[in-house]
């Protein structure tokens, strides 16, 4: 099964190789034809520590790193060229 990536920005970098990177996804209502804006947060695993507050980032689902982290940071070239 394909591993998710999403886009996000980061909202704090204080603890340890952690990032929490807020993610925005937008929708149309089903009945009020409304577009709806969601948010949530991701804690990110960032062994680097290379990335700060509102950085956009990409993340990427991985096995279970803590309690709360089951993400991880994508650093190649690519990604972060285009974020």
């Known amino acids: 099964m394909p591993k998710r990536i999403l886009q996000g920005t980061v909202t704090s970098n204080t603890n340890a190789q952690t990032v929490t990177v807020l993610v925005e996804r937008r929708f149309t209502h ?3 034809k409304k577009t709806i804006r969601k948010t949530k947060k991701y804690r990110a695993h960032d062994a680097a520590e290379q990335f700060k507050v509102g950085d956009k980032v ?3 689902e991985c096995a279970p ?3 709360n982290k ?10 972060t060229a285009e974020a």
């Open 58 to 60: 990409r993340i990427q």
């Open 30 to 32: 089903p009945v009020l």
């Open 65 to 67: 790193v803590s309690k």
């Open 70 to 79: 089951r993400w991880e940071v994508v650093t190649d070239e690519a990604a």
